[in-house]
């Protein structure tokens, strides 16, 4: 990299140390002292989430809960994407807008939103006992369907628009060639097109992965009390039990929980077809 290149790359990085690794080295400090002053040193806190197994099982659980969550979201966003890809640039405008609008609105008035949609007398239950799918209203909200219902619809652009940005760079002679060998309609989705899009398929597992799991406000609303989730249990370590330390020990861990599955994510873009090695 040259002087003149370096130079146009300082503020940034300026900015990523001062608002990014400070205070994750705070961060990493406070989760090895004795108390919130940081006058000694320990790994009392560590080790106290290590051997409490209620810690492990809402580890567990937010992840579960994250992948829940990101399949859900493949399973309806990529769909989206491929019409999108293929339909006409004002129907793709459109497909785009109802597909970005939930980012749009406050996360507050949509969470409340899916609260009052999810009630008892809410829209889907009106709708499942006018049907007569149910005789009694179904138990939709303050349970972890629920939670990955309204997770899935909230994060539903950070799947579609990776996985669209692909397809719409994919080369359409391919798919002309596969109709032109025999290959069906399913057939080309499947064998070329699919695997093309693996990248963008990836890249929008990650992001929808990571903000599943840190939703705070989505999963605390939507999720009640009931359900403790590690954003949840960070909060309440911290501003309820008054436990500054170990809330950043358990913030810490998560951390490095979501970086491992992402990790994982992003080594299987070595598996799809057109990786380079860097």
Request: some cysteine; aromatic content about 10%.
């Amino acid at each position: 990299m040259q002087g003149r290149d370096l130079r146009l790359v300082l503020p940034l990085a300026a900015l990523f140390a001062v608002f990014f690794v400070a205070p994750l080295c705070v961060l990493v400090a406070l989760s090895l002292s004795t108390g919130a002053g940081l006058h000694g040193w320990t790994l009392a806190h560590y080790i106290k989430f290590f051997t409490d197994p209620f810690n492990y099982s809402i580890l567990w659980s937010t992840i579960l809960l994250g992948v829940k969550a990101t399949l859900l979201c493949l399973v309806f966003g990529y769909p989206i994407a491929w019409i999108a890809s293929r339909a006409s640039a004002r129907w793709q405008a459109v497909l785009l807008f109802l597909v970005i609008l939930p980012i749009m609105t406050s996360v507050v008035v949509r969470t409340f939103s899916w609260i009052v949609i999810l009630g008892r007398q809410g829209l889907l239950n009106q709708i499942a006992l006018g049907l007569n799918l149910t005789s009694e209203p179904l138990r939709l909200l303050f349970t972890e369907p629920g939670v990955v219902m309204v997770l899935a619809q909230v994060q539903m652009p950070l799947m579609v628009l990776p996985i669209l940005t692909v397809m719409s760079k994919l080369d359409p002679n391919l798919a002309d060639a596969s109709r032109a060998l025999g290959a069906g309609e399913w057939r080309t989705l499947w064998r070329v097109t699919l695997p093309l899009s693996l990248p963008g398929v990836i890249a929008g597992a990650i992001l929808t992965y990571s903000a599943s799991v840190t939703a705070f406000v989505t999963q605390t609303l939507i999720g009640g009390a009931r359900l403790v989730y590690m954003p949840l249990h960070i909060y309440q370590q911290a501003i309820g039990a008054n436990n500054w330390p170990f809330a950043a020990a358990i913030s810490v861990t998560f951390m490095f929980a979501v970086l491992a599955v992402v990790a994982l994510l992003d080594m299987l873009t070595r598996f799809a077809p057109g990786y380079v090695k860097p």
